[in-house]
Nanobody
């Protein structure tokens, strides 16, 4: 099992910034894909940003140019720097951890609330 601990959510005004972090522990693997998804009530969980084992990144169109995903050298901690926040960024943000080598395994964090006030 892999445990994911998220931090950094909160309340911010429009135009402000927040930095989310997610630390993985337990049965981790240095080659993994990590990312952030978000979900609002009644909606599906959507990908916000992902960073793959080789370091390549992917962003949702709605956050390109505003959000940046990065990871620490240990490859098991990921950060999401969110700038120029908008009210529509309000959601619960979930950390995602995927191991694709060998048996496929996917894990989710408990979620952290991000609220952007107008």
């Amino acid at each position: 099992q892999v445990q994911l601990v998220e931090s950094g959510g909160g309340l911010v005004q429009t135009g402000g910034s927040l930095r989310l972090s997610c630390a993985a522990s337990g049965d981790t693997f240095s080659i993994n894909n990590m990312g952030w998804f978000r979900q609002t009530p009644g909606q599906q969980r959507d990908m916000v940003a992902r960073i793959l084992g080789g370091g390549s990144t992917t962003y949702a169109d709605s956050v390109k140019g505003r959000f940046t995903i990065s990871r620490d050298k240990d490859a098991n901690t990921v950060h999401l720097q969110m700038n120029s926040l908008k009210p529509e960024d309000t959601a619960v943000y979930y950390c995602n951890y995927v191991i694709t080598i060998g048996r496929y395994r996917e894990y989710w964090g408990q979620g952290t609330q991000v609220t952007v006030s107008s």
